[in-house]
């Protein structure tokens, strides 16, 4: 925020005189219309002061294990899932059904597989969701769910 005072104040005190002999004549905008363009950008969370509350969309590289026999998921399989921007809130999904989760790092959760969740051989589909955080403005992304990965069950 104070580096965005020190542009608007830096910007304000340039003036024709401040600029080189052949360059063209500077157009000047209101400070204010600078300061609504960097507010409404749509989707730039970083450049948005007021999505410090926004939560990133997390993303899912791998699982610990990409096949399990069914004996391993109804013993309740203990599964990691690797990606990133993991938050505390972060869940992880198994075909629908939001798992206990244990966030190790913003780069690893971990889950134990309840026994009854899975009951035959087939595929079963690991997402994370992460919920919305509280920024109701516009142009400020919050929270998601990741793409699929696919844990076979044999």
């Known amino acids: 925020m104070i580096y965005l005072a020190e542009f608007a104040n830096n910007l ?49 590289t791998s699982l610990s294990a990409s096949t399990i026999t069914l004996a391993q998921a109804q013993q309740g399989f203990v599964l990691t899932v690797t990606g990133k921007e993991f938050v505390a809130a972060s869940v992880v999904i198994i075909n629908g059904s939001t798992l206990s989760t244990t966030v190790q790092s913003s780069k690893q959760l971990q889950v134990t597989i309840p026994t009854d969740l899975i009951s035959g051989p087939g595929t079963a589909d690991v997402t994370v969701k992460t919920p919305g955080g509280n920024s109701t403005y516009e142009g400020c992304t919050s929270g998601g769910t990741s793409s699929a990965l696919t844990l076979t069950i044999t």
């Open 12 to 60: 304000a005190s340039r003036g024709a005189e401040s600029r080189p002999r052949n360059s063209a004549p500077a157009v000047r905008r209101p400070l204010w219309a600078i300061g609504i363009a960097l507010l409404l950008l749509p989707g730039c969370n970083a450049l948005n002061p007021l999505c410090g509350s926004a939560r990133p969309a997390p993303v899912i």
